[in-house]
């Protein structure tokens, strides 16, 4: 089974709206980390936020939002008023001690068009 | 700020030959890792190392190899290249494994 799955391949959103990318998790672990990573077209891996799942609260970094629903294992990513700048590919990963506390694991993607 | 290091970014090999993929970081990292990515399928762990001496498989380890003799570098070897290790590699590095991820700029590997 993955243990990280992001349904929509591809979002399309018009400039200035909010957008959620899915993601959702498995894991049996009580002690997981989640992170969301931007990938534009020129190919460099961008760190955009983090979620722990003893967190309170959703985590927040400027116009990036973690909507974090631990009893149905999502965490999804909302990006506020949407730039052109954030046309990207959008990676959920998950690290939890499955075996070992140091392998991060990566959903396949979503492809995000902002359109103007 | 150097960060991670990856040379070369472009490499064309033919079936059978060798080669080394190079990573460095200047963090004092413990933690380093190899993913390979490819189309619809996000990234895949290849190998990893939680500190100087010790290496560890990932998900698609077969066809690779590690080592990890300093704290600075991880270098990837391919023994023998196959067509079906056509990707982009990416090495990354965290101060431990909890952390997040450093990515270098990735490698993009033809094998023909």
């Known amino acids: 089974a993955q243990k990280i799955t992001q349904t929509q391949p591809g979002m399309f959103v018009q400039e200035k709206e909010a957008v959620t990318l899915d993601c959702t998790y498995d894991?049996?672990?009580?002690?997981?980390?989640l992170f969301w990573y931007k990938q534009p077209s020129s190919g460099e891996m961008i760190f955009l936020i983090y979620q722990g799942s003893y967190d309170q609260q959703n985590a927040t970094e400027g116009r990036y939002s973690l909507n974090f629903q631990k009893a149905r294992k999502s965490a999804n990513l909302v990006i506020s008023a949407s730039q052109l700048g954030d046309s990207a590919m959008y990676f959920c990963?998950?690290?939890?001690?499955?075996?070992?506390?140091?392998?991060?694991?990566f959903g396949k993607g979503t492809l995000l068009t902002v359109n103007p | 700020n150097a960060g991670v290091t990856q040379t070369p970014k472009f490499q064309v090999l033919k079936t059978g030959q060798s080669m080394t993929l190079q990573c460095a970081q200047d963090?004092?990292?413990?933690?380093m890792s190899w993913y390979r990515q490819d189309p619809g399928m996000g990234l895949r762990l290849i190998h990893y190392?939680?500190?100087?001496?010790?290496?560890d498989q990932g998900e698609v380890p077969n066809g690779y190899n590690v080592s990890r003799s300093t704290t600075e570098d991880f270098p990837l070897r391919l023994l023998s290249a196959a067509p079906s290790q056509t990707s982009v590699y990416f090495c990354?590095?965290?101060?431990?494994?909890?952390?997040?991820?450093?990515f270098g700029s990735g490698t993009q590997l033809s094998v023909l």
């Open positions: 990354a590095s965290s101060s431990t494994g909890r952390e997040k991820l450093f």
């Open positions: 894991t049996s672990d009580p002690s997981y980390g």
């Open positions: 190392s939680v500190g100087a001496g010790i290496t």
């Open positions: 963090m004092n990292h413990e933690y």
């Open positions: 990963a998950m690290r939890d001690s499955g075996g070992s506390n140091y392998k991060l694991t």
